[in-house]
């Protein structure tokens, strides 16, 4: 069944997805993507962070609207707790970026998705990060990820779309492998 005659609707415009993949290889100059965020610090642990403008497509363009997002500790570290903490939000990045994937992955393969529900947990020794132990990483030891997922397919079928979308997601990526970063000050 083509995806034009297809009855599986994940809210997933797949034959965009498609044009857009195909538009961009014969221009791969206009897949060349900066994605910005700009961070504003508040007081004491909390920062708030804007979205709203990026790159691509061979010329800047910019969201419908700006989104938000607030930053902070919890209060077990002597913070105000107005915001997740930068982790966490880290942890809602891989989860959203998964779970797109999974929609898109299952409406091209013509699978009804009836609900899906990630639940990302990441561990973490803190004693790195407030110099107890400098040998013990800043970072995640680990993180899991556990899907409910309930579909009209099979559970073969369902964890080959997750394995898809775990393939081609770019947060995954950058949380699995090494990515270069430059911090300047100006």
């Known amino acids: 069944m083509s995806s034009s005659e297809s009855t599986v609707n994940n809210g997933v415009n797949v034959e965009a997805l498609l044009g857009a993949r195909e538009a961009l290889s014969e221009a791969p100059e206009a897949a060349q993507f900066t994605w910005r965020a700009t961070n504003e610090w508040k007081n004491g642990t909390h920062s708030h962070s804007t979205v709203e403008k990026f790159h691509g497509l061979g010329e800047e363009q910019a969201r419908t609207k700006t989104f938000e997002f607030e930053a902070d500790h919890p209060e077990c570290f002597a913070s105000e ?61 680990g993180i899991k990820v556990h899907y409910e997922i309930d ?36």
């Open 81 to 141: 707790d107005i915001g997740a903490t930068p982790v966490e939000i880290v942890l809602v990045g891989l989860a959203s970026c998964l779970t797109a994937g999974v929609a898109a992955v299952a409406q091209h393969r013509d699978i009804q998705l009836n609900s899906v529900k990630a639940t990302v947990e990441g561990d973490m020794d803190i004693a790195g990060i407030l110099g107890i132990d400098s040998d013990v990483r800043n970072g995640f030891n």
């Open 151 to 186: 579909a009209d397919a099979t559970p073969d079928e369902i964890n080959a779309v997750v394995a898809q979308s775990q393939k081609r997601s770019a947060v995954y990526d950058m949380v699995t492998n090494p990515t270069r970063v430059a911090v300047e000050v100006s």
